[in-house]
């Protein structure tokens, strides 16, 4: 491919992997997390470029645009990855202050990165902007309606971004991953977690998308058991 391809939540799970999988097709990836300590060690495993920002932060996912401009002078495809989840709970036992939490990370952190990513390329005039969301975002499920809820927000933000960027060489693209074998359970593992997906598996798919000369806009990825 040979692009410079900017995944936020890089520092581990599908990020990690996707990283790893863009990386050994001959990209230029940069990897974006709050954790610096941890985002180093990884992108000096991987052979990848490191940059800290807090997607909930505009300013930081500016600073990260700036530093891969400068460093790289392009930004060919965008990733937001990073994303946070919450136990399963009824809607009158649901922590209300962790669900605007998942907006801040999973909706609001996810505009960001599209806006700051959509502003450059399309001043370049071409560009990818890949978001990454979750079979919960595809239909509803008792126990994850604030879950769920931050996932249809992302679906209904990306299916409007898409028709915005309609007559212009910007792809915009949503991946729904089913159950994946990240920390995002580490606080309440499922009991089918071991027949989860691995993050390998969910980026060699993505991957294979982007390599496409039609990639599907929107690319729904469940386990096969």
């Known amino acids: ?16 992997a996707l990283a790893t999988a863009l990386i ?49 002078e392009r930004i060919d495809v965008w990733v937001n990855n990073a994303g946070i989840w919450m136990p399963h ?4 036992d649901l922590d209300l202050e962790r669900v605007k939490k998942l907006f801040e990370v ?14 450059e390329m399309l001043r370049e005039g071409s560009g990818t902007i890949v978001n990454i969301s979750s079979t919960s975002g595809l239909s509803g499920r008792p126990g994850s309606s604030g879950y769920a809820a931050s996932k249809w927000a992302v679906r209904g933000f990306t299916d409007s971004l ?40 969910v980026a060699e798919k993505i991957v294979a998308n982007l390599e496409s000369e039609t990639p599907e806009q929107e690319l729904i990825i469940k386990r096969t058991k």
């Open 1 to 16: 491919m040979n692009k410079v391809v900017v995944i936020t939540g890089g520092s581990s799970g599908i990020g990690k």
């Open 24 to 72: 050994a097709h001959g990209n230029q990836v940069v990897i974006s997390s709050r954790n610096k300590a941890e985002l180093d060690a990884v992108a000096q495993e991987i052979g990848a470029t490191a940059f800290p920002a807090d997607v909930t932060n505009s300013g930081d996912v500016m600073a990260l645009a700036r530093f891969v401009l400068e460093k790289f």
């Open 89 to 92: 709970a009824l809607l009158q």
């Open 106 to 119: 999973n909706v609001y952190g996810l505009m960001y990165g599209s806006k700051t990513a959509l502003i």
């Open 162 to 201: 898409r028709e915005e960027v309609k007559g212009t060489s910007i792809k915009v693209l949503t991946v729904y991953p089913g159950g994946t074998q990240t920390h995002l359970f580490d606080e309440a593992k499922r009991e089918d977690y071991q027949d989860f997906m691995t993050p390998e598996s």
